[in-house]
T-cell receptor, first 117, second 113 residues
Framework: GAVVSQHPSRVICKSGTSVKIECRSL??????MFWYRQFPKQSLMLMATSNEGSKATYEQGVEKDKFLINHASLTLSTLTVTSAHPEDSSFYIC?????????????FGQGTRLTVV | AQSVTQLGSHVSVSEGALVLLRCNYS??????LFWYVQYPNQGLQLLLKYTTGATLVKGINGFEAEFKKSETSFHLTKPSAHMSDAAEYFC???????????FGKGNQVVVIP
């Protein structure tokens, strides 16, 4: 199956700093990438959808200036958490899809555990 | 809007017993439905999916699910639980018109020896 690599798997940062998370599709071109956030013992909440070469579409309630998403190429999307606070601590998961059709599967990265201290 | 409901956050099952995880969906259009498994601190792995065609779908690791339109359900089953089945399981529906997914709250499966 297709492989999506997410890096880093774990990161600890100080409050007020920014941290970047990378999501790469290793063996296919990802037209669309998705960023999810997962709180402990809870489900995944879609944060935003990014299409290569265009601005990301954020879900309601997600601060676009706080969570910067860049999808500069067909194999790489990045999520930057700016001015991180302890409440941003969470598990962030990306997924990538090789197409936009409704029968196109999305493949998930391994996730990134962010801890803000 | 499409959504899925998973009841019972924690499910305990004895090793060798039937695993049954319930998922009900709401959708105004024919849904695309998925079951994913998540192991601790890892991403999601697709177990199986229903798009069109045969309503009984077989997936990996011995899991299967049946799409029942009349009941708006897509329950996941496995005849005999194995210790390695202990994980979190999510049901998801694809949102109409794109390939974003809406997830249920998940079921934490515990397998008792």
């Amino acid at each position: 199956g297709a492989v999506v690599s997410q890096h880093p798997s774990r990161v600890i940062c100080k409050s007020g700093t920014s941290v970047k998370i990378e999501c790469r599709s290793l063996d296919f071109q990802a037209t669309t990438m998705f960023w999810y956030r997962q709180f402990p013992k809870q489900s995944l909440m879609l944060m935003a959808t990014s299409n290569e070469g265009s601005k990301a579409t954020y879900e309601q309630g997600v601060e676009k200036d706080k969570f910067l998403i860049n999808h500069a190429s067909l194999t790489l999307s990045t999520l930057t958490v700016t001015s991180a606070h302890p409440e941003d601590s969470s598990f962030y998961i990306c997924s990538a899809s090789p197409g936009t059709g409704t029968n196109t599967e999305a493949f998930f990265g391994q996730g990134t555990r962010l801890t803000v201290v | 809007a499409q959504s899925v409901t998973q009841l019972g956050s924690h499910v305990s099952v004895s090793e060798g017993a039937l695993v049954l995880l319930r998922c009900n969906y709401s959708s105004s259009v024919p849904p695309y439905l998925f079951w994913y498994v998540q192991y601790p601190n890892q991403g999601l792995q697709l177990l199986l999916k229903y798009t069109t065609g045969a309503t009984l779908v077989k997936g990996i690791n011995g899991f299967e699910a049946e799409f029942k339109k009349s009941e708006t359900s897509f329950h996941l089953t496995k005849p005999s639980a194995h210790m390695s089945d202990a994980a979190e399981y999510f049901c998801a529906v694809r949102l109409y018109g794109n390939n974003r997914l809406a997830f249920g709250k998940g079921n934490q499966v515990v397998v008792i020896p």
